[in-house]
């Protein structure tokens, strides 16, 4: 009996401190990191094709003929030299290097000549179902996007993306510095594998410039399996990086954001994102820093969502995440605004298999200093699905404002430091059971 009882105190002594340290792990994930293009060790010099780089001569027939020929040869590297070169839509190929010299800039045709203008949104370089696929240099592409950005909320108008790949294997980006783009800077969607974003410099004004704003255009937005954000440097006029849904084994480090929405989940996040790690990056101006959004109509389970190690300055808000997305009343859009009050008022409505489910999800070693009257977060669940399983260890944000969680379970805050107009950890709640450093 008195080994039973011993045996029993253990196991319990254990379960006391297992338990919790083991659920403070349910969003560290192990990454795997993708697997590299492998290209042909051919070349194909644009200019033995007929492009001239002078500003002015179109070189679409040219530049297309150089990567038809390395078609025809099995693949390899097209080279962009020294020079400026004017160029309409590009088809892309597999087993292809465009590399851009460190001289060379690759121009977008202006508006007023690009195939399609306004009405069909030709994509600048594309592909579909495409396998070892690279854009590499130290050159620059331009979309001389300026005249196409008043078009943003026009109806009917149909802007290009830059980079616009589908459903692709083994895709590498690297050292291009992408500038303008008319809409999307980076868009690789569908049902991707094996993606990396390395060194990559992407810029466009932001959204609120008062001279010349550009709107939508994101940096890179990338969806699939086994994907690798590194050591960009990123300031647009949208989000700074998002994926939508079916995406999974996601590492985003080392980089440095500017202007932009923040990293992103969604809007559509239906079919899940799971496994996803932000670190090591700084947010300087950005609207947000971490941002998550989904709704009813297009949601899924986004879960083992980690970010740990960074240094927010600036920041509109700096940790995100809701799923009233598309909300149209008044009240519930302006998120720097929602009160307890507010959230409580949100309506609930049956789970669906696109109902926003988010678990999972680890803040770690974060700082960040919130812009002059503006709160420090928001975590905003529905009232049907409240969010879950939610870890802040080691985070110290100082905001005007407070941070809100409204409809939301299990929400841990350890050796935290939130300062606001409220005081220390003084947080706006409904609906949500949390512990601070141990104590409800």
């Given at each position: 009996m008195k080994t039973f009882r011993t045996v029993s105190q253990f196991l319990f002594i254990f379960l006391c401190i297992a338990v919790p340290y083991f659920n403070t792990l349910k969003a560290q994930t192990v990454y795997v990191a993708p697997t590299l293009p492998s290209i042909p060790a051919?070349?194909?010099?644009?200019?033995?094709?007929?492009a001239v780089g002078d500003n002015a001569t179109d070189n679409t027939k040219a530049i297309q003929g150089a990567i038809d020929a390395a078609v025809n040869a099995g693949g390899g590297e097209v080279v962009v030299p020294v020079g400026v070169y004017l160029c309409g839509p590009l088809r892309f190929a597999s087993n292809l290097n465009l590399h851009i010299d460190s001289a060379a800039i690759l121009k977008m045709l202006p508006m007023d000549k690009y195939p399609g203008g306004t009405k069909e949104g030709i994509a600048f370089i594309s592909g579909s179902k495409l396998h070892d696929v690279v854009i590499s240099g130290k050159g620059t592409i331009d979309g001389q996007g300026s005249p196409w950005w008043p078009y943003a909320k026009t109806q009917?108008?149909?802007?290009?993306?830059?980079?616009?790949?589908?459903t692709c294997e083994r895709v590498l980006i690297e050292q291009v510095r992408l500038m303008n783009s008319p809409?999307?800077?980076?868009?690789?969607?569908?049902?991707?594998?094996?993606?990396t974003v390395r060194d990559v410099i992407i810029r466009a004004p932001a959204s609120t410039d008062p001279v010349n704003p550009s709107h939508n255009t994101?940096?890179?937005d990338v969806s699939g399996t086994n994907i690798l954000i590194q050591h960009c440097d990123v300031s647009v006029g949208d989000d700074n990086f998002t994926c939508a849904g079916g995406t999974s084994n996601v590492l985003i480090t080392g980089c440095t954001y500017g202007n932009?929405?923040?990293?992103?989940?969604?809007s559509p996040t239906r079919g899940g994102v799971s496994n996803f790690t932000v670190e090591n990056c700084t947010f300087t101006?950005?609207?947000c820093g971490i941002r998550i959004k989904?709704?009813?109509?297009?949601?899924g389970i986004l879960q083992n969502i980690t970010y740990r190690n960074l240094r927010m300055t600036n920041v509109g808000i700096p940790i995100l995440i809701y799923a009233t997305y598309m909300a149209k009343e008044r009240q519930y859009r302006d998120l720097q605004k929602i009160t307890p009050e507010i959230a409580e008022t949100y309506p609930s409505a049956p789970v669906t298999e696109l109902t926003p489910t988010y678990r999972n999800i680890t803040f770690e070693n974060i700082t960040a200093t919130a812009a002059k009257g503006k709160r420090a977060g928001l975590i905003w669940g529905l009232p049907e699905a409240p969010i879950s399983n939610v870890l802040f260890q080691n985070v110290n944000i100082i905001a005007d404002n407070p941070f809100g969680i409204f409809?939301?379970?299990?929400?841990?805050?350890?050796?935290?430091?939130?300062?606001?107009?409220?005081?220390?950890?003084?947080?706006?709640?409904?609906?949500?059971?949390?512990?601070?450093?141990?104590?409800?």
């Open positions: 051919k070349t194909f010099n644009i200019q033995h094709y007929g009917g108008v149909r802007r290009p993306r830059m980079i616009a790949l589908n809409m999307f800077h980076i868009a690789i969607g569908g049902k991707n594998v094996d993606v994101d940096a890179c932009g929405h923040g990293v992103s989940i969604g101006n950005t609207d989904s709704d009813r109509d297009r949601g409809f939301a379970n299990d929400v841990k805050l350890l050796n935290c430091k939130i300062m606001t107009n409220w005081g220390k950890n003084r947080l706006a709640l409904t609906h949500t059971t949390m512990t601070i450093d141990g104590k409800k």
